[in-house]
């Protein structure tokens, strides 16, 4: 059997409702130290330079608040850079973000940024945090990855969950291909492969099977599903389908 999946509990959409009222509640905060009572192997959060949910004030409340590792996801900006070397968490993931979008819709260009990105990525590596590169399941995007000394890449499985949710099963079965392949070729680089976007309990079984894959993010999905069942039962369900994919 391969070694258990790390579930990384994305907890930014209990800040967009927040948000939407313009106080405290509900806290994502809480929201964290529910996840990890309820076995989250770590708490994801993404400030986004917009601020739309994550805000600066959450990101020291919630590692104040948490045992296990806060894998805080930026853009690649000098802004984003200094506040993690002022928090050090234990992962910073590296996205591409624009402003327009809804959410983060593709993967970085390290292959044509790649001395830039080794640049940038640098001071985070020497102060201690563990870099992660979200990126789509391309070879020269993972190669560049692996050349420029990321430890770890994030493979995006937007694509895939997408092409599933469209009913679109041949794109979908390509998709997950290139993730499997992909897995393979950024593990035999020495890279860690994390996966995560639009995971669900529909989804999540052939992605968490790939054994190369050693963590899972996931957000969206488990806080709507919260609302219904709670955040507890819907962390524990989904650990419950990772598990079972696994065995
Ligand atoms: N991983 C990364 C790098 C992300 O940017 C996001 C979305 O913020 C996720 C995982 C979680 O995606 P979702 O909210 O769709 O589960």
Redesign the pocket.
């Known amino acids: 059997m391969a070694s258990r999946l790390r579930l990384g509990v994305?907890i930014?959409?209990v800040a967009t409702v927040r948000n939407a009222r313009g106080g405290a509640l509900p806290d994502p905060v809480r929201a964290a130290m529910m996840a990890e009572q309820a076995g989250a192997d770590g708490i994801?959060a993404?400030l986004r330079e917009d601020r739309r949910h994550i805000r600066d004030a959450d990101v020291g409340a919630i590692m104040a608040a948490i045992t296990i590792p806060l894998n805080f996801?930026m853009a690649a900006t000098p802004e984003m850079q200094a506040i993690a070397l002022s928090h050090r968490p234990h992962a910073a993931?590296i996205?591409p973000e624009r402003r327009e979008e809804r959410?983060?819709e593709g993967g970085l260009e390290v292959a044509a940024n790649a001395n830039w990105m080794g640049d940038y990525i640098a001071p985070l590596r020497e102060a201690g945090c563990r870099v992660s590169l979200?990126i789509a399941a391309d070879p020269a995007q993972i190669a560049a990855a692996a050349r420029i000394g990321a430890p770890v890449i994030?493979l995006h499985t937007g694509a895939y969950c997408d092409f599933h949710a469209e009913g679109d099963f041949t794109a979908r079965d390509a998709e997950l291909a290139r993730l499997i392949t992909g897995a393979k070729q950024a593990a035999d680089l020495g890279l860690e492969v994390h996966m995560?976007?639009?995971?669900s309990y529909d989804n999540v079984a052939p992605i968490a099977a790939i054994p190369e894959v050693v963590e899972l993010?996931?957000?969206?999905?488990l806080i709507g599903e919260a609302v219904f069942v709670g955040l507890p039962t819907a962390i524990a369900q989904m650990r419950a389908q990772m598990d079972a994919a696994r065995g």
């Open positions: 994305n930014d959409h994801t993404h996801e993931c996205v959410t983060t979200f994030e995560g976007h639009g995971l993010n996931i957000g969206h999905f």
